[in-house]
């Protein structure tokens, strides 16, 4: 302490010192901390300048692998080399000095680049991976509404609002609003959103680069690609971007040479999934696509680089094949490339799964369907009938192979087929592909088949969006070939004469019938009920008794066991004994429709009395309100005041209310008959529309008026639904496979194998086991036959069939075309008709080809069905199920000096 003059102590260091000394501190430490970032630090902290940030890189697993029963594999992996864009800000602030620079060293490489961007140019328009009217609306939307295009609509009619704070009325004017935006503004759109098309700032000094002048149109659209490849994969932040996939080794090493000067550019090296027998068995296979839609991000994928299973067993196992995605967290520096790999997590390859599809069985099925059916549309006008069936259209059907035994699937055939390779190219579809898949060529068929405009438009008539725009066509008669329709599992169609064995059964079964009796086959049949149909290609085949029948498909032998049946049983008698070999379920029954395949089917139904009448109803139904709208019917010529009952957009609450009424009321009718009880509650009801409806205002209906309209009804409904829907003309019909019969391929080989194992049907699968990766262990065994019912028919019911397919092979329908064949086998011919005769002519259909069989006779093993659309006769289809056997048997064969086709024996080599 210092003492002053006066005797006071003062500190020794004032507070002014002691500022001054803190100041000196806080300047040494400032310059220390600065020598530390200059200095000690600097390497440091300029490797953190050049780094964007830290990242996760996803690792795509290989798909599991799909082998066929005896485990050659159809569906597999190879590596494959991937041109990617990493963006940063020195990437993205250089891409348009990049990207072009990118392309020409791909375009003198021969690579493409990747081009899953829908909308094109010259001239502008979207192309969408579908052909459904539907579908394509709800595409266009979705690609509209991720790219922002509804966020403007939105602000301009709702202000502020979100879209899922608008309600469905203005969600739908949205939507109609999206809908008006054509390809070509969409188009120009994009560019300004991208940056492509230039801007000036406010000075009108040029901000940005209008590249549109200074590239070609198509070079522009290669940058909007890259653009919006990126826009879309930023929904689930940073990943790097596909420009080229699948691009060779000499193209890659090129692009890495260069890397330095190409920020963000890189190569990655993933797994491609590979069909090392291209179209064979893609009904069974499916095909995967690109994940497109960020809502998937939610389930894992990776829009930028992902693929997902979507039909076939690539679809419906997804889940096991697609395996456990890996990825790496790492640094990227500003150009775009890994500096750092910090931690990584392993990708684990999918599931493999076995099928119980035997190659070589498909593969000669495939082949000789093509052939047959070339063989056909060069045949043309068929010479055996004076040129009465033209098959120069059978371009499609359907071929299936089954273990009778086991309900195993040996071969599922659906032609034309695809490619699957197609669509797992990373390199997106081509253009060529694009139409082949999914823009049906009506015009090249009409120029084919010399159709005029009014004829095509008679045939393929054009589909009116709700802006009024004709966009697509519709195939009304289903005339075209469409290569991803599995017409396997998928097509509804009249089973024709196949169908005569359940006639049969019902016969022998409830002893209406023995195999011995006999019938005078004319040509004809008459119920002596005022139906009467003659078979003018078939004619006369005289005395007749079961086996022949089968042997040479009389149709007035099953008519008129059919009407036996219909007098004793009534008229469901036949689908009681369909649904038990799984021709339809019974209706409210609880029973899944369903053969027990894993991938996706439809499941046909027997004629009913229940579907029938619900089926009449809708149909008259229409047919009712149509004649109501024009105030006239056409059968017996009533006419009445017009009344709309249809659903009109504006129609009141209370409108609605009554219009419903009013067709349920009709469609009531139709089911049961009754009439003269609801002629009140109908008078009502019509009154009530009077005073509800606007378009009625000030009008009123007299009681002459009202029993015109009530007479209209009852003509349409009455007298022509409710008898169409009960006379017996269904039931004769149904017993030859016509009328409203309507089975899958793969339902009738379900039935036929249950039939000649002796009663027993089988679950149908494809997929014998599953593995797990490794190969060995086991997850999941179908090896052992699954029983979903027994039949319980006859032995004697089964040897009488069996003996009646035997004399179809050797004297009747199929004669011949097995001689030579060392294994005794046996089958049925069916040759449905597509519609009513007349229709089916003009409209340049022929009958379905059908044939069904089995081998050996006497202990079956497989069992074949074959159809060939608008193949005429089902002989042309039995040499497709010859060629199965030969597959089949093909060790047997060999062992007997059998001379086998050269298609059974190439798959074994390739």
């Known amino acids: ?62 798909r599991g692998i799909i082998v066929d029963k005896g485990g050659t594999e159809l569906a597999t992996n190879v590596l494959s080399y991937m041109l990617i864009f990493t963006e940063t800000e020195e990437s993205d602030a250089k891409i348009f000095e990049t990207m072009p620079t990118v392309f020409k060293i791909l375009d003198e490489n021969g690579e493409g680049q990747r081009d899953d961007f829908e909308l094109k140019i010259n001239p502008y328009r979207f192309e969408f991976n579908s052909s459904n009217p539907t579908e394509l609306r709800n595409l266009e939307l979705r690609f509209k509404k991720d790219r922002g295009l509804d966020e403007e609509i939105i602000h301009r009619l709702y202000k502020n609002k979100t879209f899922n704070e608008l ?68 929904f689930s932040g940073y990943k790097p971007v596909i420009i080229a996939a699948d691009i060779k080794k000499e193209t890659a090493f090129t692009i890495l040479q260069k890397a330095s000067t190409l920020p963000g550019i890189d190569i990655q090296i993933q797994p491609m999934r590979k069909y090392p027998y291209g179209q064979l068995a893609s009904s069974v296979l499916g095909y995967i696509s690109k994940v497109n839609s960020p809502k998937l991000e939610e389930k894992g994928y990776d829009t930028s680089t992902d693929y997902m299973g979507v039909s076939g067993i690539e679809g419906v196992y997804e889940d096991r094949l697609k395996g456990e995605k890996g990825g790496k967290l790492v640094e990227v520096n500003k150009s775009g490339r890994t500096i750092n790999e910090l931690a990584q997590k392993q990708s684990h390859q999918g599931q493999k799964i076995q099928l119980t599809i035997d190659k070589d069985i498909q593969n000669a099925g495939e082949i000789a369907f093509d052939k047959t059916a070339a063989s056909l549309r060069a045949m043309g006008k068929n010479e055996d009938d004076g040129g009465i069936t033209d098959t120069s259209n059978a371009t499609r059907g359907a071929a299936l192979c089954m273990n009778v035994k086991t309900g195993e699937i040996l071969a599922l055939i659906s032609r034309p087929g695809f490619d699957p390779n197609d669509f797992s190219d990373p390199r997106g579809l081509t253009q060529e592909q694009i139409n082949k898949y999914f823009s049906i060529d009506y015009t090249g ?72 009796d006999t019938v005078d086959d004319r040509g004809e049949f008459d119920d002596g009920n005022g139906f009467k149909t003659e078979f003018k290609s078939d004619g006369s085949n005289g005395t007749v008794n079961l086996t022949k029948a089968i042997g040479v498909s009389s149709n007035p032998y099953f008519m008129k066991l059919a009407q036996k049946l219909r007098t004793k049983y009534g008229d469901d008698i036949l689908a009681e004994y369909a649904w038990k070999f799984g021709l339809g379920v019974k209706p409210s029954s609880g029973v899944k429709p369903s053969t027990g ?9 027997v004629y009913n009395t229940w579907s029938s009448k619900n089926n009449y109803s809708t149909q008259y139904l229409y047919v009712t309100m149509q004649a109501l709208k024009n105030g006239k019917e056409s ?40 009439f003269g009880d609801r002629k009140a509650e109908f008078k009502q009801l019509f009154k009530d529309l009077m005073n509800e409806d606007p378009q009625y205002l000030g009008k009123d209906i007299s009681d002459v008026q009202m029993n015109n309209i009530l007479q209209v009804i009852y003509n349409v409904a009455i007298s022509d639904g409710h008898f169409q829907s009960t006379t017996g003309s269904n039931i004769y019909n149904a017993s030859i496979g ?39 262990t086991v997850l999941l065994d179908n090896s052992k036959p699954e029983v979903l019912g027994n039949t319980g028919i006859k032995p004697s019911t089964v040897e009488a069939l069996k003996e009646g397919m035997l004399d179809a092979v050797t004297n009747g329908t199929a004669a011949h075309e097995f001689d030579g064949f060392p294994i005794q086998t046996a089958g049925k011919t069916g040759t449905a008709t597509y519609n009513d005769k007349q229709i089916q002519d003009s409209v340049g259909r022929s009958a379905y080809a059908f044939y069904a069989g089995f081998a050996p006779y006497n202990d079956p093993e497989i069992a074949v069905v074959v159809v060939i659309f608008d193949g005429g006769y089902g002989k042309y289809a039995a040499p497709v199920a010859r060629a199965m056997y030969e597959a089949y048997f093909k060790d047997r064969l060999k062992s007997q000096g059998y001379q086998l086709p050269d298609y059974v024996n190439a798959m074994e080599t390739k």
């Open 1 to 62: 302490m210092l003492v002053n003059n006066d005797g006071d102590k003062k500190p020794a260091i004032t507070r002014y010192s002691f500022l001054y000394i803190v100041t000196i501190l806080v300047i040494l430490s400032l310059l220390a901390k600065l020598v530390v970032l200059q200095v000690v630090d600097a390497q440091e902290y300029k490797a953190n300048a050049s780094t964007k940030s830290h990242k996760l890189v996803s690792e795509p697993a290989p």
């Open 167 to 234: 309600n469905n009325e203005q969600k739908k004017k949205v939507d109609e609003e999206l809908l008006k935006i054509t390809p070509e503004e969409t188009y120009k759109k994009l560019l300004h959103k991208y940056d492509i098309i230039g801007k000036k700032d406010g000075s009108g000094k040029v901000a940005i680069e209008d590249l549109t002048k200074k590239y070609s149109p198509e070079e522009v659209r290669r940058l909007l690609v890259v653009k919006d490849e990126i826009k879309m994969g930023s």
């Open 445 to 516: 068929f009409a120029k084919q088949h010399s159709y005029d405009e009014q004829r095509m438009n008679e045939l393929f008539p054009q589909i009116k969006t709700i802006e009024g725009k004709s966009t697509v066509r519709k195939d009304t008669y289903d005339l075209l070939a469409k290569p991803l329709y599995n017409y396997a599992t998928s097509s509804l169609i009249p089973p024709g004469s196949t169908f005569k064995l359940v006639t049969a059964i019902a016969g022998l079964e409830t002893g209406t019938i023995t195999s011995n």
């Open 597 to 605: 395949i894993e991938i996706s089917e439809n499941f046909g139904q």
């Open 635 to 674: 059968s017996k010529g009533a006419s009445c005041t017009t009344i709309d009952i249809y659903d009109r957009d504006g129609d009141s609450d209370d409108v609605k209310t009554t219009k419903t009424q009013i067709k349920a009321l009709i469609k009531d009718c139709i089911k049961d008959g009754k």
């Open 738 to 776: 016509q009328g409203q019969d309507f089975f899958t391929p793969l339902q009738l080989v379900s039935y036929l194998s249950t039939i000649v194992n002796g009663g027993t049907r089988y679950k149908a699968h494809l997929v014998n086991k599953i593995y797990a990766a490794d190969g060995k």
